[in-house]
C-alpha cells in the first residue's frame, strides 16, 4: 500500500467538497485550498440590504443525485435543509402575450400538452417513457465512466443500446420529429441550455433532462440554495476535512513526476496527491509549469465553452405580480440570440433570459413585503463588456418583466448588482469568464472530455465542470465521487483492511 498522508484539493465548489468528503471519510488527510472567502464556488450566496442573493444555480433537478451522495456517508439531504417541489415548476413567457406555467402534476402537464396540439399528450407520454430510459442508463452507467478510454463503453448496456440512446441525433430534431407547436418545442428543447450549446448540436440521448425537468420535477431547497453549499461544507467538516479560504495556489513545485508542494502567493503546502476542481484550464495552463500542462492554449482555443452570462442580482420594496419562483423569458427569436452566443459571438439584441424570484415561494431569501430576483442573460464567453452595457440590459429586462406582468415595477428597484465575464474571470478564474464551463457537444463528451488524470504527473487528478461528466450541480456531485474513487481504486487504498472497491464497478 502506497503512503498517502496528505491530499490538497484546490477549489471548493462542489466536486472538491464531494471528493475531499468521500476521501476523509477513509481516514485520510485532506485539505481544500480555496481563493475566495468563502466555499462553493459558483454556488456562493452574499447577503445586501435584507437580501439574501444567490449566485450562481436556482434550478435543483434530480434530487436523487443529491440524496445518493449523502446516502454515502448514512445522511440524508433533509438532516441538512428542507426540500420542496415547485408547482408549478416554472412559467414561460412567449411572444405575442401568450405564457404557460408547467404544472408538477403529470395529468395536468399532458392535458396542457393536449390543449395546445392535438395528439400531443400521446406523443409525450412515449417522449417522456424514452426520456426515462436514457436517464436511467444514463445516470446509473453512462455519467459514471471516468472516461479514460472507450473500452468502458464495451459490453456495457450503454453501448449495446447506443441506437436507443440516440447519440447520433440531436435534441432539436427529436423534439422536432414530434411535436410542431414552437412553444411546446421550445418547452422541451430549453432543458438541454444547461449543458452549455444549442439544441441541434446536442445529442439526443440528453431529452433524459426531460425526465429530470417534467417527471421528477424542480425543488428547491428552503433557505435558498447556498443551503446546500452548507450541507457539503458542514459535512466536510464534520469528516475531518479543513479548509484554507483566501487561498489562491498560484504555483506548484514538483519532484520526480510528482507535485510536491502547493505554492499559494508567499506560503507553499506539502502534498502526496493532489486533485484541482479549480477550473480546469486555468490550472492546467497558468498555475502547472506549461510543460507539464495535459493541454496546450490551440487545444483550449478550439473548446466550444459554454456561455457566459450576464446576472443581475435585484432588490425590490414591493411584491412582483405575475411572476413565479423560475420565470423563462422565450417572447424573442431565440436563433437570433443562440447565433450571438455561437456563431457570431456578440452582445445579443433582444436576448431571451430566465428571472428567478426565490421570494415567491421563501420569505426568508428578502424583507417582508419585498421581492428578490436573480436575472440570467446568457451570452458569448470572452466578449468585452462595460457598465453602459449592463445598464442597457438591466433597462430592457425590467421593461419585458413590466410589459409581460402588466406591472410597473422600475420604481421600486432599491437594490441592483451585476456579474458578468471579467466577474467570472476574477473570482473564479474561469476560461473566457464561462459560467458552466465546457459544452456537451458531442465532440466533447466521454473519452472525449479533458482526462481526470494528468498524462505526466503521478499524483494530479482533475474533477469539476470541465472534466467527467459535465456541466451542472448533479454533474459535479457525480465528478467528485468518481474521481475520489479512482483515487482510492488507483492508490489501492485499504477499507477495513480490503482494497477499495467503488460501490458500483464503474471501470
Ligand atoms: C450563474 C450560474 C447559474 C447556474 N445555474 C445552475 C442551476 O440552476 N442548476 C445546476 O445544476 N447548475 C447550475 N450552474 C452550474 C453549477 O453551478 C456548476 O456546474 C457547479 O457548481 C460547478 O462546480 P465545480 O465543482 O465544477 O466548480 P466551481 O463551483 O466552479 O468551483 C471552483 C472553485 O475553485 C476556486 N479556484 C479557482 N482557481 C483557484 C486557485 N488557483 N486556487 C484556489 N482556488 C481556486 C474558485 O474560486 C471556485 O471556488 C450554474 C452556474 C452559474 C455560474
Redesign the pocket.
Known amino acids: 500500500m502506497k503512503m498517502i498522508n496528505k491530499v490538497g484539493i484546490?477549489?471548493?465548489?462542489?466536486?472538491?467538497m464531494v471528493a475531499a468528503c468521500c476521501l476523509a471519510e477513509k481516514g485520510i488527510n485532506v485539505t481544500i485550498?480555496?481563493?475566495?472567502e468563502m466555499p462553493?464556488?459558483?454556488?456562493s450566496k452574499f447577503e445586501a440590504q435584507g437580501f439574501t442573493f444567490d449566485?450562481?444555480?436556482?434550478?435543483?433537478?434530480m434530487p436523487e443525485v443529491f440524496e445518493n451522495f449523502f446516502n454515502r456517508f448514512g445522511k440524508k439531504s433533509a438532516d441538512f435543509y428542507n426540500l420542496e417541489r415547485l408547482d408549478p415548476g416554472y412559467q414561460v413567457f412567449f411572444g405575442g402575450g401568450q405564457k404557460m406555467s408547467i404544472p408538477s402534476d403529470k395529468k395536468e402537464l399532458l392535458n396542457l400538452f393536449e390543449s395546445i396540439e392535438m395528439g400531443a399528450a400521446e406523443k409525450l407520454e412515449k417522449f417522456l417513457s424514452e426520456a426515462e430510459y436514457k436517464y436511467r442508463v444514463g445516470i446509473d452507467e453512462y455519467v459514471w465512466k471516468p472516461g479514460k478510454s472507450i473500452f468502458e463503453f464495451v459490453d456495457l448496456k450503454v453501448f449495446k443500446s447506443f441506437l436507443k440512446l440516440q447519440m447520433l441525433s440531436s435534441v432539436s430534431s427529436n423534439v422536432k420529429a414530434l411535436f410542431k407547436d414552437k412553444r411546446l418545442q421550445q418547452i422541451l428543447e430549453f432543458p438541454v441550455l444547461?449543458l452549455g450549446s444549442m439544441p441541434n448540436r446536442i445529442p439526443a440521448l440528453y431529452t433524459l433532462m426531460n425526465h429530470a425537468d417534467l417527471t421528477l420535477g424542480t425543488w428547491y431547497p428552503k433557505g435558498g440554495m447556498y443551503k446546500v453549499t452548507e450541507a457539503f461544507y458542514h459535512l466536510a467538516l464534520s469528516l475531518g476535512v479543513n479548509f484554507k479560504f483566501n487561498?489562491?495556489?498560484?504555483g506548484v513545485k514538483i519532484n520526480e513526476k510528482k507535485i510536491s508542494r502547493l505554492i499559494s502567493n508567499d506560503k507553499s503546502f506539502d502534498v502526496d496527491f493532489v486533485i484541482t476542481?479549480?477550473?480546469y484550464q486555468?490550472?492546467d495552463r497558468s498555475?502547472l509549469p506549461n510543460n507539464y500542462s495535459n493541454y496546450s492554449d490551440s487545444y483550449w482555443d478550439k473548446r466550444e465553452m459554454a456561455p457566459s452570462?450576464l446576472?443581475f442580482f435585484l432588490g425590490f420594496n414591493k411584491e412582483l405580480k405575475g411572476l413565479e419562483h423560475h420565470n423563462l423569458f422565450f417572447d424573442t427569436d431565440f436563433d437570433e440570440h443562440a447565433s450571438a452566443i455561437y456563431e457570431n459571438p456578440k452582445w445579443p439584441e433582444n436576448p431571451l433570459f430566465y428571472i428567478c424570484a426565490p421570494s415567491k415561494t421563501d420569505t426568508s431569501v428578502a424583507p417582508k413585503g419585498h421581492e428578490n430576483l436573480f436575472a440570467?442573460i446568457p451570452l458569448a464567453p470572452g466578449i468585452k463588456e462595460n457598465e453602459d452595457l449592463h445598464q442597457k440590459y438591466l433597462n430592457e429586462i425590467i421593461e419585458r418583466i413590466e410589459l409581460k406582468t402588466g406591472t410597473e415595477i422600475k420604481q421600486n428597484l432599491v437594490y441592483n448588482k451585476s456579474f458578468s465575464i471579467s466577474d467570472f474571470k476574477s473570482?473564479?478564474?474561469a476560461f473566457k469568464g464561462n459560467?458552466?464551463?465546457l459544452a456537451n457537444t458531442l465532440k466533447q463528451t466521454a473519452i472525449l472530455k479533458p482526462k481526470f488524470y494528468n498524462r505526466h504527473l503521478k499524483n494530479l487528478y482533475y474533477?469539476?465542470?470541465l472534466t467527467v461528466p459535465g456541466?451542472?450541480?448533479?454533474?459535479?456531485i457525480i465528478?467528485?465521487q468518481l474521481v475520489a474513487d479512482q483515487f482510492l481504486k488507483n492508490n489501492n487504498i485499504k477499507v477495513n483492511g480490503q482494497a477499495f472497491q467503488p460501490d458500483f464497478e464503474r471501470v
Open positions: 484546490i477549489g471548493s465548489g462542489y466536486s472538491s485550498y480555496e481563493k475566495n462553493g464556488g459558483r454556488a449566485m450562481g444555480p436556482s434550478w435543483y433537478w444547461f487561498c489562491e495556489i498560484t476542481g479549480a477550473d486555468h490550472f498555475v452570462s446576472l440570467l473570482r473564479y478564474n459560467a458552466y464551463g474533477t469539476g465542470q456541466p451542472g450541480m448533479p454533474p459535479a465528478s467528485g
